[in-house]
């Protein structure tokens, strides 16, 4: 009886073994499958919307902004932290998907904390002047966010967007320099 059972014993462990390299095999063709779909899919579709939305509040801060009537040569205008979070609560969308903007200004960096889909996110970026312009660098990104846009693409918006902030004051940036809570720059 032994002789006869032996052989069969063989055939199961030699089919469990086919069994898990299918199984396996089928797992990493599924999840090529799910990479190659988040990069050439999934990913641009959401990269998309995001940039729109934040195209969207953005650009409608910036339409709030005043400038003063009178610009003098060296002049320092002060904007306090909760003056952008402010600006940025007023002009995002009922429908938007980011939420609870709050700014933070170091002297080091300015951050600026949110939520996206119920997910905390933060963008941070040290401020400069290059060339008469107010523009970011050293962009941070973390959260969800980080799987959406990458700190280059988060730049060229956030420059884009400074540019044309800067552009309602007709007037070059030679300064800004950091604070606790508040950024001063000065203008030509």
């Keep these: 009886m032994l002789p006869n059972t032996f052989p069969y014993a063989q055939k199961t462990r030699h089919g469990l073994s086919c069994c898990f390299v299918w199984t396996l095999v089928t797992l990493v063709l599924l999840l090529i499958g799910l990479t190659i779909g988040w990069f050439f899919v999934i990913r641009p579709s959401i990269h998309n919307i995001a940039q729109r939305e934040m195209n969207a509040a ?11 009537s009178l610009f003098l040569p060296g002049i320092i205008v002060p904007i306090q932290e909760h003056t952008i979070t402010e600006m940025l609560v007023l002009n995002l969308s009922p429908s938007n998907h980011i939420e609870n903007p709050v700014t933070h200004i170091t002297p080091n960096n300015v951050r600026l904390d ?3 889909y119920g997910f905390p996110c933060a ?4 401020l400069r002047v290059d060339n008469g312009h107010f523009v970011v660098s050293d962009v941070n990104i973390e959260g969800i966010i980080s799987l959406i846009m990458s700190p ?13 902030a800067q552009e309602l004051f007709q007037h070059s940036v030679t300064n800004v320099q950091l604070k606790d809570h508040e950024m001063d720059l000065t203008f030509q």
């Design 58 to 68: 953005l650009d409608r801060a910036e339409e709030s902004i005043h400038p003063p």
């Design 123 to 126: 963008i941070s970026a040290v």
């Design 114 to 116: 949110f939520q996206l």
């Design 152 to 164: 280059d693409e988060m730049t060229t918006l956030l420059d884009t967007h400074l540019i044309h």
